[in-house]
């Protein structure tokens, strides 16, 4: 199934000039998750609807009169309206999203990966009734997760990533050290906040010792009683606390 | 090149492209041609540095962050379409007989089923009465046999009538256009049901001697509610059509369009429904209005439906004058 899908198998777009961008599709768990929050709603809205009538009805004495008939029967459009409208009228007015898919993080988008037109959102949603019956044996087996609306619609379920560009985690990186090399100190440098005082220091140390063996005079010594994590800082040059030690550096600044 | 070095080039501009996409998503009018021009190309560049990082650097920060960045800016810088002109005049006026018009096919094949599966329902049910016992059920059989019709109780809480006559109706069209999915099965299975019921129906209704008590309830509305079925379930075929046969398109692609047109055509025939609902519910059982007046009103409404439909195209425009040059 889509889980189990490599990297390399994984769908993908292509931008301009055939560059492939890698989405981050929404799978069976977070898209069942934002619809249990979208239809917690819309039941707490249709038992407004309902309560709402009855209430009018009782305030205003309308049983003993015709115009009960007529609340009724607007009520009842009402719920037909809720029904039908309750994800499009969302996604169309918040770009993609219902309030369940906000909670949770997710958006409905074209199968390029750009805004879904207002048309493609609402026949996405005509044919939710249908997806409640079948839609679940398409998420599960489509490599995109298209339920039976997003395939005739063409659109499709991301994640939304966070908006943060981070590219100050490192300035400077031992000669010779690759992509996982550099990722484990990016990962180590974004943790030290939250790791136990120890668990770092000893974390920095084993780091510090691997990149001095592999580009020898890379790490900065250390003032008297410095830590190892503030080495750590202080040698890959993380933004605010840069020092070069082949250039004599006094230390972190 | 060096990761840092990559970093340090590229930073300051992967910031700053950053910032325009926030400006564009909050304030997307404040945008100049010429900002849309830079942020295109700026677009470009983030492509191929999400590339480089992609293939030098993966899995670092940097190849996460323009992954994130070039994943943003698709999503802002492409749109699906223009935003439809949201005027019913220029819906009703232009889109929906366009849409209408392409479904010719379908209409014909869809009337030709509901009409002869009514004719079926009445030839099975003047074999075997109990057809139509099945559909009405004995109590609505018991008062036929009384010289009563059903249809008499529908006369006093007409507005709530109106409303559940209106919803179900949006409900089975919407059931039938959706039901086109499963290769059109869905839509001829509408449609054959209630052709059959309506054949069963009426020659039971017949049979007991309370046709005329029928057609004086069915006159106003029927025309126009068999009409948008039939409509509705022809749009559901357009699209099982474009699954089975998809032509030399892609089937993806020939669903996708099928799919749009199709549900044009189910927009613009739901708020018929809500008129059907308010002549099913205060005309048809009105015993005020006199039959040859509600035939004429059925007759009126269905007119005035396909005068719509029917409309034909706006004009070509003319083609352009030739410019001096060509035409010397």
Redesign the interface.
Known sequence: MNEALSSAERPG?Y???N??????IALAGSRSLAALVDYSILGILAGAVITGVLVLAVVFGLFES?AV??L???G??GL?ALE?GFFAVQEIALSGQTLGKRLVGL?A??S?????????L??RN??R??DLLFGMWFLLFDPRGRR?GD????TMV?HE?????????????PTG?G??R??VV?TLL?LLDHLAPERAEELSRRVLEQAERDDPGFCWPGAPGSSQTTRLMASF?RRGTEHSPREGGAGAV | MRYERFLELGRGKWEAFGGELDRLERRPRELSHQDLERLSIDYRKILHDHALAGARFPGTRAAQSLQRLAIRANHLLQWGEERPRLSPLHFYGTVFPARFRGLAGELVVCALLMASAALLGLTMTAIDPAVGTSFLGPEAIAGLERGEIWTDQVRGASSLFSSLIATNNMKVAMTAWAGGVIAGLGAFTVLFFNGFMLGAVVITTVHFGMGWALLDFIAAHGPLELSLIVVTAAAGVHIGRAILSPGVVPRGVRVQDAATRSALVLLGCLPWFLVLGLVEGFVSPAPTVSPFLKIAFGLLLEAFFLLIALRPPPPAAAPLPARPSESS
């Open positions: 777009l931008g301009l000039d560059i492939r961008i890698d989405v981050p015709a008939g007529w009724f029967a607007l009842l459009l037909f039908v958006r988008v074209s390029s990966g750009g805004r879904a037109a207002p048309l493609a609402l026949l005509l044919l009734s249908l039976i395939r005739l619609a063409g991301v990533l966070p908006r943060s560009v981070e590219t100050d985690s490192v300035a400077r990186v050290w992509p996982p550099i990722q990016e974004a040059g």
